[in-house]
Nanobody
Framework: VQLVESGGGLVQAEGSLRLSCAAS????????MSWYRQAPGSERQMVAG????????NYADSVKGRFTISRDNASKTVFLQMNSLKPEDTAVYYC?????????WGQGTQVTVSS
């Protein structure tokens, strides 16, 4: 299993970023995918999840209405569109898949939002 995130960077508050995660090594279309984030000194928290077919999505309360998760099963990629970014969104963002009996993680991509 390999997950490779990209798209992070430095952005001003109220700006936007689009993260991508390219997956390989497993049957992508069969698995729910998730985005997590971890700020310095904080635990890793789930940001958004999407079902295998893309029809069901869930979000952390802190990002509802601002972030949108999507996926393209043909290209084995999951996306996180982040709008109206806030300084408190600053974190390393990780793509994840749970394949029994464990989670798999990418290397993460840094998102920094300046005020």
């Amino acid at each position: 299993v390999q997950l490779v995130e990209s798209g992070g960077g430095l952005v001003q508050a109220e700006g936007s970023l689009r993260l991508s995660c390219a997956a390989s090594g497993f049957t992508f279309s069969r698995y729910e995918m998730s985005w997590y984030r971890q700020a310095p000194g904080s635990e890793r928290q789930m940001v958004a999840g999407i079902s295998s077919g893309g029809g069901n999505k869930n979000y952390a309360d802190s990002v509802k209405g601002r972030f949108t998760i999507s996926r393209d099963n043909a290209s084995k990629t999951v996306f996180l569109q982040m709008n109206s970014l806030k300084p408190e969104d600053t974190a390393v963002y990780y793509c994840s898949v749970y394949i029994l009996p464990r989670h798999y993680w990418g290397q993460g991509t840094q998102v920094t939002v300046s005020s």
